[in-house]
């Protein structure tokens, strides 16, 4: 039986780089997300970032016995969370169009009044780099307060080169300045902005004449785009996808969330990473999807602040075998949340997902949707040491609380000193 100790010599002679976690119950999260991967009584080793053993503590090997342990006190572990959809980066909110819609303005109607999305556009432009920085650096630290530690950040509110850049930049520097990995997506087919109204063709020629400047400074991971009636129609996202292909970015589309516009069919068509929200997605949409690989990305916070009746094809897309993940949609309009447990809780309530398929959609489901399953979302050999403890009995607790669970220990890239964030 091996004992937790802490011997700080280890760590500052250097002698010994690797860490061990002991006295917990670990849901790995790495059985194809068809289960928890539940291992009992177990321990983690990790060495420079990464997990070199993870099984019983029976089992641990001699070598790694002595390395400086972590007592979890009996809690369950988890994969760190992943955020895989959000526009954490903006500047101001829009409690203004909350209490409009609340006296039966739609969104779609704030929309085509110019405000909604361009709302947040006039806001982020007149906002400098530090302003963007100062206000969305503390939304991501309640997001990585709850567990999260990769988050995937979209530009979308600048629609010019200039502001699309300082939002990216922004979104980078979180990730060079916390304890979160950063996936970036290019959002430029966000919105129609008022100097190319009547232009739509136009305006996304300006798109893709942005991506090579931000793609050449290293800014862009991955393009999205949001195909509806009230943004751009499938053949200008087509266009879009095109651009990103030719520099050999993946895609990824904000797709059937207000009505069918055959989005999933063209994300698919691009073998893209995922189409978003899925409200009214198409069996042919789903039945690409699943030949394509395309992960569903289900946003319920959107759903419940717009008060959505309509819910995405939940059984048709597991009879399907399409991977689902959970996201936050963390956004001044239409998801004003920063928990993504909160969001599991969502996930099944209003829409039916088993607490275990909500928590795939937040680990190995969510890494799978950014291109990243090799290196994050489950708990295996090899991939990167981003682990949570919870005080919790089971792991369907992180989806039964309303109010989102905050976990006990936050471990990132093998390193637990940022517990307290
Ligand atoms: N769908 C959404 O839910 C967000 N963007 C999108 O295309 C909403 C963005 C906003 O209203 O600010
Ligand atoms: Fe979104």
């Known amino acids: 039986m091996i004992k937790p100790n802490r011997n700080p010599l280890q760590d ?22 068809r289960s928890y991967g539940e291992i009992r009584d177990g321990a983690v080793v990790a060495e420079q970032g990464r997990i070199v053993w993870i099984g019983p503590r029976s089992e641990v090997p001699a070598a790694y016995r002595g390395f400086a342990a972590t007592d ?8 760190g969370l992943i955020d895989c959809h959000t526009h954490v980066v903006y500047a101001g909110n829009r409690s203004d169009e909350f209490e409009a819609r609340l006296s039966g303005v739609s969104y779609e109607d704030i929309a ?6 361009l709302s947040s556009v006039r806001a982020v432009r007149q906002a400098t780099e530090d302003e963007l920085f100062t206000q969305s650096s503390k939304r991501v630290e309640r997001l990585m307060a709850g567990g999260v530690t990769t988050v995937e950040i979209k530009s979308g509110y600048g629609l010019t ?29 966000h919105a129609l902005p008022p100097e190319y109204a009547g232009r739509a063709d136009e305006y996304i020629d300006a798109c893709v004449a942005m991506l090579p400047a931000l793609v050449a400074e290293g800014l862009v991971d991955v393009v999205d785009a949001f195909c509806e009636n009230i943004a751009f129609n499938v053949a200008q996202v087509d266009r879009m996808f095109d651009a990103a292909s030719r520099l050999g970015l993946p895609v990824k589309l904000h797709a059937e969330q207000l009505s069918d516009q055959g989005g999933a069919t063209l994300v698919a068509r691009y073998r893209g990473l995922s189409a978003d929200h899925v409200e009214y997605l198409s069996t042919e949409g789903i039945a690409a999807m699943a030949k394509a690989g395309t992960v569903v990305t289900l946003l319920p916070g959107a ?15 597991r009879r399907m075998s399409v991977p689902m993940a959970v996201a936050t949609d963390s956004n001044p309009g239409t998801s004003p949340m920063l928990s993504v447990t909160q969001a599991l809780n969502m996930a099944c309530v209003l829409f039916r997902l088993t607490p275990q398929e909500a928590l795939a959609g937040a680990t190995i489901n969510a890494a799978r949707a950014l291109g990243l399953a090799s290196e994050i979302g489950s708990l295996e050999v090899g991939k ?17 609380s309303v109010s989102g669970s905050t976990p006990a220990m936050r471990v990132y890239n093998g390193d637990d ?3 307290a964030i």
């Open 417 to 419: 000193s940022s517990r």
């Open 112 to 117: 085509r009044r110019g405000g909604g999305i």
């Open 12 to 33: 500052s002679d250097g002698a010994q780089s690797g860490r061990l976690w002991l006295n917990v119950d670990i849901a790995t999260m790495g059985d194809g997300a």
């Open 72 to 79: 979890c006190h009996g809690g369950w572990m988890t994969p």
């Open 384 to 400: 990167a040491a981003d682990m949570l403890v919870w005080d919790i009995s089971r792991p369907a607790d992180l989806s039964y």
């Open 303 to 317: 759903f419940y602040f717009l008060r959505e009746t309509k819910v995405p094809p939940i059984a048709e897309l």
């Open 161 to 189: 080169l200039d502001a699309e850049r300082r939002m990216l930049r922004v979104a980078r520097r979180i990730g060079n300045q916390l304890s979160v990995r950063v996936s970036t997506s290019f959002l430029g087919a």
